[in-house]
């Protein structure tokens, strides 16, 4: 048991460090996905700042109350936009044939797709950084929360990255090629748009409003918005960390199927 396990911690690590010097060799990827939430920032504060910050209560300096309303949210974005790049990695491999070599080869089956998701979420976490220190650059801030609750807003952005990477996978190993997988992922990075990131969901058409308050980003942006900020976390809290789990194990059991079933791909 014990040497089985030493096996797949070796063999995941080797795979982890693979698909960390390629996206350091091929940076393109993960930088062209990173332009999205950072180009939204910026847009949203210089040029609809002052406007959108009457829907979300600001005083005072509009533009700045808009800034700490849409951080929390542009953070889970970035997530999302950063777990495309998985689902376009993983295809790319399956299409060009080295999974077919790793399958012939004398390491851990499942350490292929572990290494996938463990060096998806430290670029996830590493994106979340670069995005947050633009946010603090033009002015955000997060002065009421305490080391606590700094703790719990990275374990929970953490978590959430585990979650999207695992649907991310997926993804990749459904999808014929890296332009397949692009399109499949491309609701990770539009159901943002679609929940309280930009505006409350009081404020949406009163149809529309509980697709956007219970959809997966909405507790998690919340939750995230009440640990930074210290506004009310209510129920969002469970259900974010409800859809996290939800999702992780889905997209677990999702992917290690598919890769199972589809050796010849």
């Known amino acids: 048991m014990s040497s089985t396990l030493s096996l797949a911690l070796r063999d995941s690590t080797t795979m982890l460090r693979r698909n960390l010097l390629h996206a350091r060799r091929y940076p393109s990827l993960t930088l062209n996905l990173l332009l999205t939430p950072i180009m939204l920032l910026l847009l949203f504060v210089y040029i609809f700042g002052e406007t959108m910050s009457a829907g979300v209560g ?98 929970l952005l953490v978590l959430f990255a585990t979650a999207l990477t695992w649907i991310a996978v997926g993804m990749g190993l459904i999808s014929p090629n890296a332009e397949a997988a692009s399109n499949t992922a491309m609701p990770l990075i539009l159901l943002p748009l679609l929940s309280s990131a930009f505006v409350p969901v009081d404020t949406m058409p009163g149809w529309f409003q509980p697709i956007a308050e219970y959809q997966p980003f909405t507790p998690a942006i919340e939750t995230l918005r009440g640990l930074l900020l210290g506004t009310e976390i209510g129920h969002n809290g469970w259900l974010a960390v409800a859809w996290c789990a939800g999702l992780a194990v889905l997209g677990y059991f999702w992917a290690t199927a598919k890769f199972n079933a589809d050796p010849q791909r």
């Open 58 to 155: 600001g005083s005072g300096d509009g533009r700045a109350a808009y800034i700490a309303y849409i951080v929390p949210g542009l953070l889970l974005m970035t997530i999302g936009s950063t777990t495309i790049g998985t689902a376009v990695s993983v295809a790319t491999d399956m299409s060009e044939g080295i999974i077919a070599r790793f399958r012939t080869m004398a390491i851990h089956r499942g350490s292929v797709i572990v290494g996938h998701v463990i060096g998806s979420v430290l670029q996830s976490v590493a994106s979340v950084v670069l995005v947050g220190a633009v946010a603090v650059l033009i002015g955000f801030r997060s002065t009421d929360a305490t080391v606590l609750e700094w703790l719990a807003a990275l374990g």
